[in-house]
């Protein structure tokens, strides 16, 4: 029992030492609401190229390995380009003309509106996986109900909730070898998902009506106050980031409105 | 080992029930009437009783989880420590059977940490009493262990440290060994029985096999419909009551089992066999090499070996469910009846005509609404005529006692009533080799005898049985051969 005497606190202490990692989640979600709420309410390639100029300097103190970044942030740097493409193709027309097959048009207007959408969602989306990657469910929830005091039955519950989903994966594998031996899985693809996918949500039913009880058998949903056995610290580390997005966000809004660039989606 | 800190000042509780009655909403039937029983404090109770008898609801009771007046009706009263256990939380822990259903969080230590949150206790009290109920219970693992990578008998024991960790006067157990191996069920007694003697701590036990808990209890109490039917020192009851609780599916030490063994020269021709045959969930995590056996007509091969030696992934992959990693599983040409010689490349439907898989957990394997639509499934897909399958399915219902509950949904059943249902859709298609992953997994004694009598009753008419097995019991009773997985050392071994 030795090896645990430390006990959870020398253990945070520790993962404090290393860059994001032991930031409080509260914080790296505001910072990442923060720079989205600014970066959405105008629709320009200069505030997103800023912010994420900005942010690529960040990345490089966030301690997160470079194979680990470029794997976890794949989807994004597809899903950029692909949204820019689309955009491109179909945006709104303005100015000059350069091609137009059908519906397709490429004008002025899209293309600047393809790179600004392109722009966005790499500035919104990268800060967010790399905040992201580190973040703990457990802590994460002990940050919203201590930090944000949030209701702790619903913070609670969604926690428990998600670690069933990795029974059902369990459930799913499962299920679909016994349908095999079942002798219904030949039939139509469709057909035979739509059919086990009713089967899952049957047998996470039963899984979490079983949990709730369990919960309750430990004194869940006790009357009088709950304490909190990890503390979820809100300090400088905590404001720092926020300031550091917010100043991102600032930054971005004040050089995209002083060239003349910001456009204001609400107005 | 000297524990931490000292043993919790904990005041063993004291029960009393006086014409204790409760009624599920919706239900016609009372689950628990009548019932009188005083438990003093320290007391340890084996509460035994037909299936329905209402044990687990009673338990509930004490708990008080059992939720408010849209939940159910009460009658009489029901005290612990002389108030309604529904008011006040924390005086009573409750450990249900279902280990993977009772982790709530995904670290070792503050899954524990989790009910003295709940009941308010101050943080700087909980971490010792984390680490002390720990090991009190033997888990002997750092705090920030991940839950998820617990064996069956460590997540019970895991569950037990977080109501122990709410230091409870009175400790409930709901069938707490009857989904775990042989090693797993003797894990949780020890810890059990070390926890009592430190805590002093009034106790409640509900299980089928009367063997685990006999020495460890002062007083058997059974249940019947309408409250106490016997209640007195283990050896007593157990001696008057026996051919009642052996009726009642009850595992009463010394009951005969009533299943003489099989002659084992019945053995007809092979039908499935290996050759040189890797084994693995996916080609990438093999979890055996080298592995040549073979199945005949007629005759009962039972599998067995400890948790994780790849049992049940063997008999999938004789089943033609999972692809060979590497070698061969052969059908012999009377198996496969004009088909591939490779069962894992059959198609579902000439898969279900010629090998039949009973799963582990039966619910996974249930397709429909009705008992009766769910023994259809098979015959349906083999084209079999109306009349034919009709036939079928009311001999099957009659043979495994569900013809009463032909229009039940299968998910409503017991879990004894699950099990057969399973066997019952299989055996549907008649096929001609039969593969059952711990057939008697958690089954009442009953359900036992019924299993092992159908399964000879099958290999006397030249079905090929194979059964994965921890139950040594059932492999004595039935099989001719055995086919023992040894350990293997990878990993943690914790995953079974």
């Given at each position: 029992?030795?090896?645990v005497?430390?006990g959870p606190a020398?253990a945070q202490?520790?993962a404090?030492?290393?860059?994001?990692q032991?930031?409080n989640p509260v914080a790296k979600l505001?910072?990442?609401?923060?720079?989205?709420?600014?970066?959405?309410?105008?629709?320009?390639?200069?505030?997103?190229?800023?912010?994420?100029?900005?942010?690529?300097?960040?990345?490089?103190?966030?301690?997160?390995?470079?194979?680990?970044?470029?794997?976890?942030?794949?989807?994004?740097?597809?899903?950029?380009?692909?949204?820019?493409?689309?955009?491109?193709?179909?945006?709104?027309?303005?100015?000059?003309?350069?091609?137009?097959?059908?519906?397709?048009?490429?004008?002025?207007?899209?293309?600047?509106?393809?790179?600004?959408?392109?722009?966005?969602?790499?500035?919104?989306?990268?800060?967010?996986?790399?905040l992201f990657i580190t973040v703990d469910p457990t802590d994460l929830a002990d940050g919203l109900g201590q930090v944000l005091r949030l209701p702790a039955r619903f913070v609670l519950g969604g926690l428990a909730g998600l670690r069933l989903v990795g029974l059902f994966l369990d459930d799913w594998r499962a299920l679909?070898?016994?349908?095999?031996?079942?002798?219904?899985?030949?039939?139509?693809?469709?057909?035979?998902?739509?059919?086990?996918a009713f089967a899952l949500l049957v047998l996470s039913l039963r899984r979490g009506s079983k949990l709730a009880t369990a919960m309750e058998a430990r004194g869940f949903g006790a009357p009088g106050e709950r304490t909190w056995a990890r503390p979820s610290v809100f300090?400088?580390?905590?404001?720092?980031?926020?300031?550091?997005?917010?100043?991102?966000?600032?930054?971005?809004?004040?050089?995209?409105?002083?060239?003349?660039?910001?456009?204001?989606?609400?107005? | 080992?000297?524990?931490?800190?000292?043993?919790?000042?904990?005041?063993?509780?004291?029960?009393?029930?006086?014409?204790?009655?409760?009624?599920?909403?919706?239900?016609?039937?009372?689950?628990?009437?009548?019932?009188?029983?005083?438990?003093?404090?320290?007391?340890?109770?084996?509460?035994?009783?037909?299936?329905?008898?209402?044990?687990s609801?009673?338990l509930q009771g004490l708990a008080g989880v059992q939720g408010g007046?849209e939940e159910?009706?009460?009658?009489?009263?029901?005290?612990?420590?002389?108030?309604?256990p529904g008011?006040t939380r924390g005086r009573a822990g409750l450990v249900l059977q279902d280990p993977d259903s009772q982790v709530i969080l995904a670290r070792v230590g503050d899954d524990v940490a989790f009910g003295c949150e709940n009941l308010g206790v101050p943080r700087?009290l909980i971490w010792?009493r984390v680490r002390h109920a720990l090991?009190?219970v033997?888990l002997?693992v750092p705090l920030a262990h991940p839950t998820a990578a617990l064996s069956g008998g460590q997540k019970q024991r895991l569950a037990l440290a977080g109501v122990l960790a709410m230091q409870p006067?009175?400790l409930l157990l709901d069938e707490p060994?009857a989904n775990l191996?042989?090693?797993g069920?003797?894990?949780v007694?020890?810890s059990?029985?070390?926890?009592?003697?430190?805590?002093?701590?009034?106790?409640?036990?509900?299980?089928?096999?009367?063997?685990?808990?006999?020495?460890?209890?002062?007083?058997?109490?059974?249940?019947?419909?309408?409250?106490?039917?016997?209640?007195?020192?283990?050896?007593?009851?157990?001696?008057?009551?026996?051919?009642?609780?052996?009726?009642?599916?009850?595992?009463?030490?010394?009951?005969?089992?009533?299943?003489?063994?099989?002659?084992?020269?019945?053995?007809?021709?092979?039908?499935?066999?290996?050759?040189?045959?890797?084994?693995?969930?996916?080609?990438?995590?093999?979890?055996?090499?080298?592995?040549?056996?073979?199945?005949?007509?007629?005759?009962?091969?039972?599998?067995?070996?400890?948790?994780?030696?790849?049992?049940?992934?063997?008999?999938?992959?004789?089943?033609?469910?999972?692809?060979?990693?590497?070698?061969?599983?052969?059908?012999?040409?009377?198996?496969?009846?004009?088909?591939?010689?490779?069962?894992?490349?059959?198609?579902?439907?000439?898969?279900?005509?010629?090998?039949?898989?009973?799963?582990?957990d039966?619910e996974h394997?249930?397709?429909?609404?009705?008992?009766?639509?769910?023994?259809?499934?098979?015959?349906?897909?083999?084209?079999?005529?109306?009349?034919?399958?009709?036939?079928?399915?009311?001999?099957?219902?009659?043979?495994?006692?569900?013809?009463?509950?032909?229009?039940?949904?299968?998910f409503?059943?017991?879990?004894?009533?699950?099990?057969?249902?399973?066997?019952?859709?299989?055996?549907?298609?008649?096929?001609?080799?039969?593969?059952?992953?711990?057939?008697?997994?958690?089954?009442?004694?009953?359900?036992?005898?019924?299993?092992?009598?159908?399964?000879?009753?099958?290999?006397?008419?030249?079905?090929?049985?194979?059964?994965?097995?921890?139950?040594?019991?059932?492999?004595?009773?039935?099989?001719?051969?055995?086919?023992?997985?040894?350990?293997?050392?990878?990993?943690d071994?914790a995953q079974r």
């Amino acid at each position: 029992m030795t090896a645990v005497a430390g006990g959870p606190a020398q253990a945070q202490a520790q993962a404090r030492a290393v860059g994001m990692q032991g930031v409080n989640p509260v914080a790296k979600l505001i910072a990442s609401l923060l720079l989205a709420a600014v970066l959405v309410l105008s629709i320009d390639w200069v505030s997103a190229a800023v912010a994420l100029a900005c942010e690529s300097v960040l990345f490089v103190f966030a301690g997160v390995r470079p194979r680990t970044f470029v794997l976890r942030t794949a989807p994004i740097w597809l899903a950029a380009p692909a949204a820019g493409v689309t955009t491109l193709l179909y945006g709104q027309a303005a100015g000059q003309v350069y091609w137009s097959f059908g519906l397709i048009h490429v004008t002025d207007g899209s293309i600047s509106l393809a790179v600004a959408t392109a722009l966005r969602i790499l500035a919104i989306g990268l800060p967010a996986v790399v905040l992201f990657i580190t973040v703990d469910p457990t802590d994460l929830a002990d940050g919203l109900g201590q930090v944000l005091r949030l209701p702790a039955r619903f913070v609670l519950g969604g926690l428990a909730g998600l670690r069933l989903v990795g029974l059902f994966l369990d459930d799913w594998r499962a299920l679909e070898l016994a349908r095999r031996a079942r002798g219904v899985a030949d039939g139509s693809g469709l057909r035979r998902f739509a059919g086990q996918a009713f089967a899952l949500l049957v047998l996470s039913l039963r899984r979490g009506s079983k949990l709730a009880t369990a919960m309750e058998a430990r004194g869940f949903g006790a009357p009088g106050e709950r304490t909190w056995a990890r503390p979820s610290v809100f300090g400088a580390r905590e404001w720092a980031l926020v300031c550091v997005g917010l100043l991102v966000a600032l930054l971005a809004t004040a050089v995209s409105v002083a060239t003349g660039n910001w456009n204001f989606v609400l107005g | 080992m000297p524990l931490p800190t000292p043993s919790p000042a904990l005041r063993p509780s004291a029960v009393d029930a006086r014409g204790w009655g409760w009624r599920y909403a919706g239900r016609h039937a009372w689950a628990v009437s009548d019932l009188d029983l005083h438990i003093t404090p320290g007391e340890r109770i084996l509460l035994l009783g037909a299936s329905g008898a209402g044990k687990s609801t009673f338990l509930q009771g004490l708990a008080g989880v059992q939720g408010g007046e849209e939940e159910g009706e009460e009658t009489g009263t029901l005290l612990v420590d002389g108030v309604d256990p529904g008011t006040t939380r924390g005086r009573a822990g409750l450990v249900l059977q279902d280990p993977d259903s009772q982790v709530i969080l995904a670290r070792v230590g503050d899954d524990v940490a989790f009910g003295c949150e709940n009941l308010g206790v101050p943080r700087d009290l909980i971490w010792p009493r984390v680490r002390h109920a720990l090991a009190m219970v033997g888990l002997d693992v750092p705090l920030a262990h991940p839950t998820a990578a617990l064996s069956g008998g460590q997540k019970q024991r895991l569950a037990l440290a977080g109501v122990l960790a709410m230091q409870p006067g009175l400790l409930l157990l709901d069938e707490p060994t009857a989904n775990l191996d042989p090693d797993g069920v003797r894990e949780v007694r020890a810890s059990v029985a070390r926890v009592l003697d430190e805590t002093g701590a009034t106790f409640v036990v509900i299980e089928h096999r009367v063997d685990v808990w006999k020495d460890l209890v002062d007083r058997v109490v059974v249940l019947g419909p309408a409250g106490v039917i016997a209640s007195g020192r283990p050896d007593v009851v157990l001696g008057e009551q026996r051919a009642f609780l052996a009726a009642e599916g009850i595992w009463v030490p010394g009951a005969p089992v009533t299943a003489p063994a099989r002659a084992t020269d019945a053995a007809g021709p092979v039908l499935v066999s290996t050759d040189r045959l890797t084994i693995g969930r996916s080609a990438a995590a093999p979890v055996r090499t080298d592995v040549d056996v073979a199945v005949a007509a007629g005759e009962v091969l039972a599998i067995t070996g400890p948790n994780g030696a790849g049992k049940s992934t063997l008999a999938l992959t004789l089943g033609g469910l999972l692809k060979p990693v590497a070698g061969r599983v052969q059908a012999a040409p009377a198996l496969a009846d004009g088909a591939h010689a490779a069962p894992s490349r059959w198609t579902s439907a000439q898969l279900v005509a010629r090998i039949g898989t009973v799963f582990q957990d039966p619910e996974h394997q249930f397709l429909t609404g009705t008992v009766r639509d769910e023994l259809a499934v098979g015959p349906r897909v083999l084209g079999v005529p109306p009349a034919e399958a009709t036939r079928r399915i009311d001999a099957l219902l009659e043979r495994l006692r569900l013809d009463r509950l032909a229009a039940a949904n299968p998910f409503t059943l017991s879990g004894g009533e699950k099990r057969r249902l399973s066997v019952a859709t299989v055996l549907a298609s008649r096929p001609r080799v039969l593969l059952l992953d711990e057939p008697t997994f958690g089954q009442d004694f009953r359900t036992w005898q019924e299993i092992v009598a159908l399964l000879r009753e099958l290999a006397d008419d030249g079905t090929g049985v194979v059964a994965v097995s921890h139950d040594e019991a059932f492999v004595r009773a039935l099989s001719d051969r055995e086919y023992a997985l040894a350990g293997i050392t990878v990993a943690d071994g914790a995953q079974r």
